[in-house]
């Protein structure tokens, strides 16, 4: 079974400073990893994600994400936090070799960028 | 739209009611997915289509549950018989086919429809 692990119901930072929201995964073989973000009264939004090749991976607004296999962590990060990154924020795993196309979503974490 | 679009937004019923939930995907994505989100919780994988099969049906929580793709576009979840407890936003995902139909390309999320069971 896949299921993926977000310690953190909710991250506090300063705007300017850098953010980290934490989550890592438990699944066999090589993992997709996929992180979403959801504004109150809209749609989930996709943000990156990593399928092979570099473990650093960059998206959308400015977000990034290191995959690190040894520690089976996939953290989004942000060098210099703004007001509007205020959201909730999914990770999510999906097995390839299983064949199965779902993705399993975190509990999510509540980023709070204070001004 | 060039979205997910999601009917209805708002959906109240009565226990025991039948209740019907409309996905209308991008057009041109031949993957659709229904995800249930309980408050607090991430979204939970309901049933997959590719085309118009149920490719992976895993996620339904009962046989109270079941959805259509009848042409391979929109869809529809058929909640029967419904319960307090399937008070949640019901989303809906679509993708395309990429990579060489290795699906590694991101979901399309609606903006959901949210059943509360009185």
């Known amino acids: 079974a896949q299921s993926v692990a977000q310690p953190e119901d909710q991250v506090n930072v300063a705007e300017g400073n850098p953010l980290t929201v934490k989550c890592t995964y438990s699944?066999?073989?090589?993992?997709?990893l996929f992180w979403y973000v959801q504004y109150p009264n809209r749609g989930l939004q996709f943000l990156l994600k990593?399928?092979?090749?570099?473990?650093l991976v960059k998206g959308s607004y400015g977000f990034e994400a290191e995959f690190n296999k040894s520690q089976t962590s996939f953290h989004l990060k942000k060098p210099s936090a703004l007001v509007s990154d205020s959201a909730l924020y999914f990770c999510a795993v999906r097995a390839p070799h299983t064949g199965r196309r779902a993705l399993t979503f975190g509990s999510g974490t509540r980023l709070q960028v204070q001004p | 739209g060039a979205g997910v679009s999601q009917t209805p937004s708002n959906k109240v019923t009565e226990k025991g009611k039948y209740v019907e939930l409309r996905c209308d995907p991008i057009?041109?994505?031949?993957?659709l997915y229904w995800y249930r989100q309980s408050l607090g919780q991430g979204p939970e994988f309901l049933i997959y289509f590719q085309g118009t099969g149920a490719a992976d049906d895993s996620g339904l929580p009962n046989d109270r549950f079941f959805a259509v793709r009848p042409e391979g576009s929109v869809s529809t979840l058929k909640i029967q018989r419904t319960e307090r407890g399937d008070s949640a936003m019901y989303l809906c995902?679509?993708?395309?086919?990429?990579?060489?139909?290795?699906?590694?390309?991101?979901?399309?999320f609606g903006e959901g429809s949210r059943l509360t069971v009185l």
């Open positions: 995902a679509s993708s395309s086919s990429t990579s060489g139909g290795a699906g590694t390309g991101e979901l399309f």
């Open positions: 990593y399928i092979t090749g570099d473990n």
């Open positions: 699944v066999s073989g090589n993992p997709y």
């Open positions: 057009s041109g994505h031949t993957a």
